[in-house]
């Protein structure tokens, strides 16, 4: 059975500094999708990143890197140079071949002080 | 707009009444599904569309939860006598096709049943 854990409830970062968002995955399918999604307070989910367990680099976009460990079914989300607007609430998710639907954890609160 | 609507943004309905949430994805998308986020926790699957058809409907936590897609596009999620344990935000989400990896969320509707 597919799961996530997130077991940081919340993390405080100080702006401008970098910050690493936990998650670990648990699946007996070789081929997988682990995504995460930002949702501030007005309740949308936003897609900030994407990797596919077969890629051979770790994914990046922008201020945002995935960690992929893959022995240790791990997938980290490193956020660098911390910003006010990155106050939010953060969700790892997994997607198993053969399957459409999103497994999410249960989330981390990030705050990020001036 | 661009991305994904669903109306209304709250709802509160008193303990009995039926609801009827809907959401419009984002155009030409094929993908459709729906997810149940409790207070505090990560979002869990409810069901799926390819089109008009419900290819998943594992997540439905009781026969009061009807989905429907009629015609590929537009889709209502339905809650018949509603009780107080289906208070959440219920958020709906689009991807293009079968097997795209990222899905698409609406800012979702907050139900409040009392």
């Known amino acids: 059975a597919q799961k996530i854990t997130q077991t940081q409830p919340g993390m405080f970062v100080q702006e401008k500094e970098a910050v690493t968002l936990d998650c670990t995955y648990d699946?007996?399918?070789?081929?997988?999708?682990l995504f995460w999604y930002k949702q501030p307070s007005s309740g949308e989910m936003i897609f900030l990143i994407y990797?596919?367990?077969?890629?051979?680099q770790n994914a990046t976009e922008g201020r945002y890197s995935l960690n992929f460990q893959k022995a240790r079914k791990s997938a980290n989300l490193v956020i660098s140079a911390s910003q006010l607007g990155d106050s939010a609430m953060y969700f790892c998710?997994?997607?198993?071949?053969?399957?459409?639907?999103?497994?999410f954890g249960t989330g981390t609160r990030l705050l990020v002080s001036p | 707009g661009a991305g994904v609507s669903q109306s209304p943004r709250y709802k509160v309905a008193k303990r009995g009444q039926d609801v009827a949430l809907r959401c419009d994805p984002i155009?030409?998308?094929?993908?459709l599904f729906w997810y149940q986020q409790a207070l505090g926790q990560g979002p869990e699957f409810l069901t799926y569309?390819?089109?008009?058809?419900?290819?998943?409907k594992s997540g439905l936590p009781s026969d009061r939860f009807f989905a429907e897609r009629p015609e590929g596009s537009v889709s209502t999620l339905k809650i018949q006598r509603t009780q107080q344990e289906d208070s959440a935000v219920y958020l709906c989400?689009?991807?293009?096709?079968?097997?795209?990896?990222?899905?698409?969320f609406g800012p979702g509707t907050r139900l409040l049943v009392l």
């Open positions: 989400a689009s991807s293009w096709e079968t097997g795209e990896e990222t899905q698409y």
């Open positions: 699946t007996s399918d070789p081929s997988y999708g």
């Open positions: 990797q596919g367990s077969y890629d051979q």
């Open positions: 998710a997994m997607r198993e071949e053969g399957f459409q639907k999103l497994v």
């Open positions: 155009s030409g998308h094929v993908s």
């Open positions: 569309f390819q089109n008009e058809a419900q290819l998943d």
